[in-house]
């Protein structure tokens, strides 16, 4: 009988051992499109992402970049301090979307502009996406909105 008892424990174990190894399988099957990497302007043009690629791409939009087209879409430069890289985007930009600010898009590089498909903007007037203060800090751009400034 307890020959009985510890074959069917180690049955058990194994059966939730190979339904939990599946299950794992199964999320990074299903998250394998999902994840877009963050990447900045200089990441981008020392490394292009490969055809077809879509990522994330983040920075400030340059100052007097922005261009409003006859349509809906609207062009714009992202820079991270270092690399500037030209942007595409037809749809609603978000309110707080402006010259200055942080933003962070989904999109593609189609010969050589980034087209976004989603454009996502600061939400106040201190936010910044952790990955673009990452990257500025990197290029020694950064500027930190709550310290004091010099004037």
Do not use: C, W
């Not at 707080?96 to 593609?108: A, C, I, K, N």
């Not at 990452?134 to 400034?149: F, H, I, M, N, T």
């Amino acid at each position: 009988m307890k020959g009985l008892k510890k074959t069917r424990r180690i049955q058990i174990i194994a059966l939730a051992f190979v339904a939990l190894a599946g299950a794992t399988a199964l999320i990074g099957y299903a998250m394998r499109d999902g994840i877009n990497f963050f990447r900045a302007p200089a990441q981008v043009v020392s490394e292009p992402p490969a055809e077809g690629e879509v990522f994330r791409l983040g920075g400030l939009v340059e100052e007097g970049s922005i261009v409003r087209g006859q349509g809906e879409t609207i062009t714009f430069r992202v820079t991270d301090g270092a690399e500037s890289i030209p942007v595409a985007f037809t749809g609603v930009l978000p309110d707080l979307f402006s010259e200055g600010q942080g933003m962070v898009g989904t999109g593609q590089m189609v010969g050589g502009t980034f087209q976004a498909t989603e454009i996502l903007a600061k939400h106040d007037e201190t936010y910044m996406p952790k990955e673009v203060m990452d990257a500025l800090k990197e290029q020694g751009v950064y500027q930190d909105p709550k310290a004091p400034s010099d004037s």
